[in-house]
């Protein structure tokens, strides 16, 4: 046994859930041992595509991911995944190869601890023989008891090491790793956030990441003091069946969303950041509102914009340690919550309930008419996966998720192109869910290589791309240019359909409603390969959200 082996059989032990790469010298030993024990393993076409997998498998599974790159190139292939991963905090490890110290001239070599610190990873190494199962036990723990995205890098020199023997007849890993407590807020802390809650009387909820496993408490205390629940983007559908939910806050709002919130004399975010997205650049929070934040990393608090009550402690067990003071108080409000609000809610709230001019052509469809009706038409137990770019609103406002697993999102570092190596990292971590992955032409044709693994993989998704054959953000954003200027951002006409059919998958065109029994025909049907739907949309102008996001710079 070498240290490569020692090293994946090291993480295996330690509890990684899934693995993904694109193998390579450098770490054909090290995947093939996380295989050996137990490991399922991924093979993507770019590591790029593999980074986002691992990242996405982590966010809708919970459980620490892996991805294994060759040394140098492989590495820098990944760089992208890795910084979204990193921005977002996903518990992920990367076994990345490295060039061994005395290869000077190695055309792989590169400073790889520099370039994972410089998109926001932590770097950790191993050393020698004598200290891998520690340097991994080390690096393991720092990416699944901190959320982190960590870079263990594995010079191969160091990989070809003898393992010690003492390795041979015992566990690799003494210890199993600790179980950790949550961290609860100060009474006083309690006492100023229950005396903002108890001042309020139109109070609103912001629910992000930090939130997601927190919807009974949250609920529990929005019934007591009458607030209306929204969430941040990423944890769109945290509410999704409550009567009393707004959606998603930011650009994706709906008029009657921003309006409700606008009017909030109470803003808490809950697990949420409230940058510049979730309230559209500070337009969302009232000048007379209060803001509190409620946060398990302490230096969150008060980091977007200014908070009047900051708590450091875990969302869960502060709804619920707020609840109880209230209840100490005997205090109770209806607040936002009246009749009249309600109905509005239930009419007004979700954009496919509004009425809108269709911008449909004989040869294109409004991208409005088309979400709504694949909304109709897809199984309730959906998990959707969104890119970026000028569509992204659609698929994010207009498809309804179940439940706060039912929606990908990996745009903390707004790439075009992760759309769809992510909605393969979440149908790998929720085979009971129809994978809905949400493209546009140009992040399709960036991440094309993925769709042999879908493919390969044999996973019923629905991949729909809606074609503008532009950069359509970018052609929005300097419309007021000469023309001559946007033939750099728009593009020939091309066929997807066909590109999908040469992959191995079902390809359709879709310009018109017409066109969308083509959809409801693989729905029905026994899904044995993906179906690539090429919409041919109509130009929105520049869609609301997108206005919103560059009013918001």
């Known amino acids: 046994m070498n240290v490569a082996d020692l090293v994946g059989r090291a993480v295996a032990e330690l509890g990684a859930a899934h693995a993904f790469g694109v193998v390579g010298s450098g770490n054909f030993w090290v995947t093939n041992a996380l295989r050996a024990h137990g490991v399922p393993f991924t093979a993507a076409r770019h590591e790029g595509g593999a980074a986002t997998m691992a990242d996405a498998f982590a966010r809708m599974s919970g459980r620490v991911s892996v991805l294994t790159t060759h040394q140098g190139c492989g590495f820098t292939n990944a760089l992208t995944g890795i910084g979204e991963a990193a921005k977002s905090r996903t518990p992920m490890l990367v076994l990345a190869a490295d060039t061994a110290p005395a290869d000077v001239l190695s055309n792989f070599r590169i400073d790889q601890d520099s370039a994972a610190r410089a998109v926001g990873a932590s770097v950790e190494r191993i050393y020698s023989a004598e200290t891998a ?30 393992a010690p023997e003492r390795f041979a007849t015992q566990p690799a890993t003494q210890a199993a790793m600790p179980s950790t407590r949550t961290v609860r807020a100060e009474q ?64 994706f709002s709906s008029p009657l969303t921003a309006e409700l919130i606008r009017d909030a004399d109470l803003i808490v975010g809950w697990g949420c950041a409230l940058n510049k997205w979730t309230t559209r650049g500070g337009g969302l929070l009232g000048a007379a509102a209060s803001i ?95 890119d970026s770019g000028n569509f ?50 140009g992040g399709f044709l960036m991440s094309v290589a993925e769709l ?81 739907v090429d919409v041919k949309i109509a130009s929105d102008g520049g869609s609301w959200w997108l206005a919103e996001a560059f009013r918001s710079h």
């Open 292 to 386: 509190a934040q409620v946060d398990i990393e302490q230096s969150a608090l008060g980091a977007h914009r200014r908070v009047d009550v900051g708590v450091h402690g875990d969302v869960a067990l502060t709804a619920g340690d707020v609840e109880t003071e209230l209840e100490r108080r005997d205090y109770t409000s209806h607040g936002y919550r009246t009749e009249a609000v309600r109905s509005r809610i239930g009419r007004e709230s979700r954009w496919r309930d509004l009425p809108y001019d269709d911008i449909s052509t004989a040869a294109t469809i409004d991208p409005r008419t088309f979400s709504v009706w694949l909304d109709s038409l897809l199984p309730a137990q959906r998990i959707v996966a969104v």
């Open 133 to 162: 199962v520690d340097d991994t036990t080390r690096a393991y723990r720092l990416a699944a008891l901190e959320h982190r995205t960590v870079v263990l890098n594995l010079p191969t020199d160091v990989q070809a090491q003898a």
């Open 452 to 532: 042999e693994t879908v493919v390969r993989l044999g996973l019923p998704m629905l991949i729909v791309v809606y074609n503008d054959h532009a950069y359509g953000a970018e052609v929005h954003h300097f419309a007021d240019g000469r023309d001559e200027q946007l033939e750099t951002v728009r593009f020939p006409e091309s066929d997807l359909a066909a590109i999908g059919r040469g992959f191995g998958a079902e390809g359709v065109t879709v310009r018109s409603v017409r066109d969308m029994d083509a959809i409801n025909d693989w729905l029905s049907g026994p899904r044995q390969v993906p179906l690539v």
């Open 188 to 251: 006083a802390a309690i006492t100023d956030l229950a005396d903002l809650v108890e001042a309020a009387r139109w109070p609103i909820f912001i629910a992000g990441r930090g939130a997601r496993s927190a919807s009974a408490e949250l609920r529990r205390l929005a019934d007591r003091v009458g607030a209306l629940l929204a969430t941040s983007a990423v944890a769109n559908g945290l509410f999704h069946d409550d009567e009393w939910s707004l959606g998603i806050s930011g650009g």
């Open 392 to 441: 992204m609103g659609y698929p994010s406002a207009y498809l309804s998720v179940p439940d706060e697993n039912g929606f990908c999102f990996t745009q903390a570092f707004q790439s075009i192109g992760l759309g769809l190596a992510t909605a393969i990292g979440a149908a790998t971590a929720r085979p009971d869910r129809l994978p809905v992955a949400a493209l546009g032409d």
